[in-house]
């Protein structure tokens, strides 16, 4: 005796198209989220005890190295043509963030915030790194 099953699964919820919404997500997140910048230079500014955390906001960054090469917000150069570099890229002048090596010389450091005087930056903020606390039974 032959049956036939008569009856036939209906699916509700059309999956055909899942992998594409899914798709889709996977490209917005990817678009929209924030990836933070790698730095141009590698700069190891000096540890400070008790530092005080500062949101950096979207302003102009600049590394200096102790070897006197500089980069401002991705645009390298060097120290002697900070000048140039800052009238050049027509930055904006609230919020500067000034990231200098440790090793670096408080007169290469003294060469750009004068420069950066001179152009009439309004806030500038020394980039350090907290100092390691000493334990209680050191």
């Given at each position: 005796m032959k049956l036939n099953n008569?009856?036939?699964i209906v699916s509700i919820i059309p999956?055909?198209?899942m992998s594409d919404i899914a798709f889709l997500l996977l490209i917005f997140m990817l678009l929209s989220s924030l990836?933070?910048?790698s730095p141009p230079l590698q700069v190891a500014p000096p540890q400070?005890?008790?530092t005080a955390e500062v949101k950096v906001k979207k302003?102009?960054?600049i590394y200096l190295d102790s070897s006197g090469y500089i980069a401002v917000n991705e645009e390298p150069g060097y120290l002697?043509?900070?000048t140039a570099l800052l009238t050049r890229l027509s930055l904006p002048k609230e919020q500067v963030s000034l990231y200098a090596d440790a090793e670096c010389d408080f007169e290469k450091i003294?060469?750009?915030l004068t420069a950066l005087k001179a152009q009439a930056f309004e806030k500038v903020t020394l980039i350090c790194r907290e100092a390691p606390q000493a334990g209680i039974h050191d």
């Open positions: 008569s009856y036939r999956v055909a198209s990836l933070a910048p400070v005890p008790n302003g102009t960054r002697k043509d900070i003294d060469e750009v």
